[in-house]
């Protein structure tokens, strides 16, 4: 059974930054490429930025050279370090694994960010 939970997430001032953690049991983790997914009420989940067992990381334009994401395979642990936050980025952020039938998901962590 693979679980994802992620923290976190808070209340921060815009240009402000926040570190969110998604920490996944099972042993999917190291071979597995993780996402970080957004979602605001009304909207359909966006996908934020994916990373790849290589280390090869992909962003969704809006957070480009502003988000970060990263993991520590020794600690099972994907990371989005957001920098540079905008009220915008307001959302519910969950992460994402790949499951061998639907994929997996954290319980999402909320992230407000005032002007």
């Known amino acids: 059974q693979v679980q994802l939970v992620e923290s976190g997430g808070g209340l921060v001032q815009a240009g402000g930054s926040l570190r969110l953690s998604c920490a996944a049991s099972?042993?999917?983790?190291?071979?597995?490429?993780m996402r970080w997914y957004r979602q605001t009420p009304g909207k359909q989940r966006e996908l934020v930025a994916t990373?790849?067992?290589?280390?090869?990381?992909n962003y969704a334009d809006s957070v480009k050279g502003r988000f970060t994401i990263s993991r520590d395979n020794a600690k099972n642990t994907v990371y989005l370090q957001m920098n540079s936050l905008k009220p915008e980025d307001t959302a519910v952020y969950y992460c994402?694994?790949?499951?061998?039938?639907?994929?997996?998901w954290g319980q999402g962590t909320q992230v407000t960010v005032s002007s």
């Open positions: 990373i790849y067992s290589g280390g090869w990381v």
């Open positions: 099972g042993r999917l983790f190291s071979s597995s490429r």
């Open positions: 994402n694994a790949p499951g061998a039938g639907a994929d997996y």
